[in-house]
């Protein structure tokens, strides 16, 4: 079965760090771009890092760059996000997702078709 | 960063009745490859979100036929022909063809 566990969320203070982690099984996974989306309570889901297969590229929206970094580690099938100087708005339920991608040779791009596996997430907490 | 705007946020539906979600991006979706990058997901209760849409038009694995996508360049829609109690959730649009994922608001789906 394709399967995408997140752990490592919790309580932490405001200036804190965390780490997750999202266990994969079921599917190549060096082969696949994945991605963490993050959702606050009661709100739309927000895309917040993707990573290339093997981890060459790696992207971040505005909001988290220089205090979050997305890593994998393709020998344990495993994606990370380390969460630094943490914010009361990076509270949420953190989500990691398979994409479905391909490469565009004659325009030399990347296209994300689809995120076709996501995980139950795991919640992080920012608070005093 | 492409901005994704959905219309409308709120949707109460009767069972059986149809449904009707747009989507429109800042950018054109579609690109030299013929393909317009925009997925359509649905997050039901207490779930975690789930692809019915792909490429704009193309349903998921196992996603009923009475969802349907449709739309190119800046203006997508998605389709429910007739609205089960089962299609309650949040929908949302996203953005595919730059590495900086976005996705709309998000349009919640309720039964009247």
């Known amino acids: 079965e394709v399967q995408l566990v997140e752990s490592g969320g919790g309580l932490v203070q405001p200036g804190g760090s965390l780490r997750l982690s999202c266990a994969a099984s079921?599917?190549?996974?060096?082969?696949?771009?994945l991605t963490w989306v993050r959702q606050a309570p009661g709100k739309g889901l927000e895309w917040v890092a993707n990573?290339?297969?093997?981890?060459?590229?790696?992207y971040y929206v505005d909001s988290v760059r220089g205090r979050f970094t997305v890593s994998r580690d393709n020998a344990k099938k495993s994606l990370y996000l380390q969460m630094n100087s943490l914010r009361a708005e990076d509270t949420g339920l953190y989500y990691c997702?398979?994409?479905?991608?391909?490469?565009?040779?004659?325009?030399?791009?990347?296209?994300?078709?689809?995120?076709?596996?996501w995980g139950k997430g795991t919640t992080v907490t920012v608070s005093s | 960063d492409i901005v994704m705007t959905q219309s409308p946020l709120s949707l109460p539906v009767t069972p059986g009745e149809p449904a009707s979600i747009s989507c429109r991006s800042s950018?054109?979706?579609?690109?030299?490859?013929?393909?317009?990058?925009l997925d359509w997901y649905v997050q039901k209760p207490g779930q975690s979100p789930q692809l019915l849409i792909y490429?704009?038009?193309y349903r998921a694995s196992g996603v009923p036929d009475r969802f349907s996508g449709s739309g190119s360049g800046t203006d997508f829609t998605l389709k429910i022909s007739r609205v089960e109690a089962e299609d309650v959730g949040v929908y949302y649009c996203?953005?595919?063809?730059?590495?900086?994922?976005?996705f709309g608001q998000g349009t919640r789906l309720e039964i009247k």
């Open positions: 997702a398979k994409i479905r991608s391909g490469y565009d040779y004659p325009s030399g791009h990347w296209y994300f078709y689809y995120l076709d596996v």
């Open positions: 079921g599917f190549t996974f060096s082969s696949y771009w």
């Open positions: 990573i290339k297969e093997d981890g060459s590229e790696k």
């Open positions: 950018q054109s979706l579609l690109q030299s490859t013929g393909y317009n990058y």
């Open positions: 490429l704009g038009s």
């Open positions: 996203m953005q595919g063809p730059q590495t900086s994922i976005t």
